[in-house]
């Protein structure tokens, strides 16, 4: 995110807002695609560092009888990062339940192992990708670090691929590694499957695990489809920047799991919105669904210009569809931090 564009970004919202409707918004030139707005249903507090572009991505577990953490029984916890500080871990009610101080972590993803998760997050400042592990119960433990030699670690997402956990790191210049993840139940290691490059800035990205596909966002280009069972690099443009549903930069993206469908959310940093896509079929088959904003409603003030966002597929807590938790850039009254999002309402306001 550029730190300069947060009040365009804001006068572009507030004008949608105000009006209360659905419909188009200029920016820089750029005419953005009919958008749906959606109320907000709650906020976590702010990250610590103040006056800054610290907050970016979050990440949201629930276990099967929801989760013991801390001696607490909570629907479900979200892990958030301050980029100049560490790793947070929300209840869904939005309070900080844990923070471990591990310094410039930008992206983290998690995925569910054993009664828990391991979790990875990109590390700027030891220049790879941090690991944790949560058991089930207790709290988030650092686990393992996976050394790389990107220039810059940027984006990260986590899958699964024919059994073997994966790690995707992509530097901020748009170079991408891909690592098969071990653990030994005390320490997790990384050993380097694939390299290949964007060609320019990068940062978002997600894995579906049943299809091997990585979803890759360039910021300025549009979101990639990448085969991690083909050859490195080989992939097709799924959507482009320039006819109004994506406009750069291309930031966060989730997949979510919804009634025998796959839908792709896109940040679309630029006119503070969210794209989404029916990715259910093959590369070449995915059907726009729309794009929605979110807007202050329930005490809390609307997204702008969000980096990362994470979707939960089914029930947690008192969303009983899914939950979609996005990173507001402008948080009225304090620090950077992580709106909830109830799925359910998206569907309804999309006409899913």
Known sequence: MKMRRRFGVISVTVSLLLCGCAGTAQLGG????PTVEVPAAGETV????????????????????????????????ILGTDKK???????????????????????????????????????????????????????????????SDVAEPYGFCMGRIDGTLVAVLIGKDGQVREYALTDDGTTITGTERKRFAV?????????????A???????????????????????????????????????????????????????????????????????????????????AANGVDGVSGTDGVDAWSGPIGPFSRGLVVMQDDVNEGGAQNFKLVDWATVRARLNL
Request: charged letters at 20%; a negative charge.
């Open 30 to 33: 750029v005419t953005s695609a």
């Open 85 to 147: 500080a560490g790793l947070y871990v929300f209840g869904l009610d939005g309070q900080s339940l844990q923070f471990l101080p591990d310094g410039l972590l930008n992206n983290v993803d998690l995925r569910a192992q054993g009664a828990g998760f391991v979790a990875g997050a990109s590390d700027r400042g030891r220049m790879g990708v941090a690991l944790y592990r949560f058991t089930g119960e207790g709290e988030l433990k650092p686990a393992g670090f996976v050394k």
């Open 213 to 295: 596909t990585l979803f890759l966002g360039e910021e300025v280009k549009g979101v990639w489809r990448y085969s991690l069972r083909g050859e490195p690099g080989t992939r097709t443009l799924m959507a482009g920047v320039g006819d109004g549903r994506l406009v750069a930069d291309v930031e966060g993206m989730t997949l979510l799991r919804d009634g025998g469908q796959t839908f792709l959310i896109v940040s679309s940093q630029g006119d503070s919105a969210f794209s989404v896509w029916d990715v259910s079929g093959p590369a070449g088959r995915e059907r726009y669904i729309g794009r929605f904003r979110v807007a």
């Open 46 to 77: 702010p990250v610590a560092t103040q006056l800054a572009d610290a907050a970016d991505d979050p990440a949201i577990w629930t276990g099967a009888n929801g989760v013991n953490f801390a001696g607490k029984q909570l629907p479900g916890i």
């Open 199 to 211: 060609g320019s800035q990068a940062e978002g990205c997600t894995i579906d695990d049943a299809t």
